[in-house]
């Protein structure tokens, strides 16, 4: 009889906490398109984070981006990030993301250059000036590398807005 009251309880506070816990959630994300003379890339990127308070916030996102450049190459790339958010004052939001992409490559065979598909980790640490829900910021991908990254450059320019 004691487990049953303590299940009933356990019931009760559950569902007494639920409205709580999506009142702390926000979601947001990234949609990316750009084309050229032969060129096409889209990306479609949600995020959600859970704010603990107004200082902390943890969050999970999917990465999706297709890319081509005609008579050259196309490329996928899927993924996932965990990113951490930190704001040791209103107008300041310090950022740790880890994402983690698989990343295909088909090059035109004319080019002789061998088709790639692998795992690639990106960490960037980031800062940002923040406004109410929009932060503008830049970040830097500690584990960027040249000839692997989709990446131009370690350095990145970003808008986040959570909703």
């Given at each position: ?25 926000r979601f ?71 994402e983690e ?25 980031g800062a ?36």
């Amino acid at each position: 009889m004691i487990s049953l009251s303590l299940s009933g309880l356990a019931q009760i506070n559950a569902r007494q906490s639920s409205p709580d816990f999506w009142s702390h959630v926000r979601f947001g994300g990234g949609i990316g398109l750009s084309f050229g003379d032969g060129f096409f890339s889209g990306t479609l990127a949600p995020s959600a984070i859970y704010e603990f308070n107004e200082q902390f916030a943890l969050g999970v996102g999917l990465n999706g981006t297709y890319n081509k450049r005609k008579d050259f190459y196309k490329s996928t790339v899927f993924g996932g990030s965990l990113i951490g958010l930190f704001n040791p004052i209103k107008e300041i939001q310090l950022s740790a993301e880890f994402e983690e992409l698989n990343v295909n490559r088909k090059w035109d065979d004319r080019y002789n250059i061998a088709n790639e598909n692998y795992w690639y980790p990106g960490l960037f640490l980031g800062a940002a000036f923040r406004s109410q829900n929009v932060a503008v910021g830049i970040r830097y991908d500690v584990l960027y590398d040249k000839e692997k990254s989709i990446y131009a450059d370690p350095w990145a320019p970003f808008v986040r807005v959570y909703f």
